[in-house]
């Protein structure tokens, strides 16, 4: 069984920050991606960040470069993703996802993401 369960969703003010906590079970990180992505009302879904678990390289959508950052605790098998100078763009659902090499089908920085965790919400106020 593979969990992924997402934290520290809320509402802040533009200009606010937020830390997005993914727990990990029933998966091994080794040198899988690890990602997040978000989905506002109207809008795809589309890739946020990855991240290499194996403490590889990070890849970050030009909409949130410089102001988001994705990490990992690997003895706590938990991906972070602090995010920081929030807009009212930011608004949405995010998503933490992890590489299903057989069976995933969303791509994403060269990286096939199968597994989601239930989401938590992200509302930034203007």
């Known amino acids: 069984q593979v969990q992924l369960v997402e934290s520290g969703g809320g509402s802040v003010q533009a200009g606010g920050s937020l830390r997005l906590s993914c727990a990990a079970s029933g998966y091994t990180y080794s040198s899988n991606c690890m990602g997040w992505f978000r989905q506002a009302p109207g809008k795809e879904r589309e890739g946020v960040a990855t991240i290499a678990s194996g403490g590889g390289g990070t890849y970050y959508a030009d909409s949130v470069k410089g102001r988001f950052t994705i990490s990992q605790d690997n003895s706590k098998n938990t991906v972070y993703l602090q995010m920081s100078s929030l807009k009212p763009e930011d608004t949405a659902m995010y998503y933490c996802?992890?590489?299903?090499?057989?069976?995933?089908?969303?791509?994403?920085?060269?990286?096939?993401?199968?597994?989601w965790g239930q989401g938590t919400q992200v509302t930034v106020s203007s």
């Open positions: 996802a992890a590489e299903d090499p057989l069976y995933g089908s969303t791509w994403y920085f060269a990286c096939q993401f199968g597994y």
